[in-house]
């Protein structure tokens, strides 16, 4: 089992940063790669960013490239989402997730574990 705790989460204004940080801890040697996910109500976990565990390959969803950054640091296992220039529409509540998959990883149904969730409002 891999267990994942988001953090970092809150209230910015518009044009604010904030960095989400996931902690993950348990038998997490088969993980090929870390995802973040975004969530606003009656909608459906929207991918935003996936990061390979083995390599340096990463991949970012059109809506927030040129502002968000992903990265990883395996020996402390933790990812981290660099998110700049926040706007209204990247309000909702941020998952991280693992999977050992090695594919379609812009689908939330790859992923095998999932944190709790960390809420991100922009707002002014």
């Known amino acids: 089992q891999v267990q994942l705790v988001e953090s970092g989460g809150g209230l910015v204004q518009p044009g604010g940063s904030l960095r989400l940080s996931c902690a993950a801890s348990?038998?997490?040697?088969?993980?090929?790669?870390m995802g973040w996910f975004r969530q606003i109500p009656g909608k459906v976990r929207d991918f935003v960013a996936v990061?390979?565990?083995?390599?340096?390959?990463?991949h970012l969803s059109d809506s927030v490239k040129g502002r968000f950054t992903v990265s990883r640091d395996n020996a402390k296992k933790s990812v981290w989402l660099q998110m700049n220039d926040l706007k209204a529409e990247d309000t909702g509540v941020y998952f991280c997730?693992?999977?050992?998959?090695?594919?379609?990883?812009?689908?939330?149904?790859?992923?095998?574990?999932w944190g709790q969730g960390t809420q991100v409002t922009v707002s002014s």
């Open positions: 990061i390979s565990v083995t390599g340096g390959g990463f």
């Open positions: 997730a693992a999977t050992r998959g090695s594919t379609h990883y812009f689908s939330g149904a790859t992923y095998d574990y």
């Open positions: 348990g038998s997490i040697s088969d993980i090929n790669a």
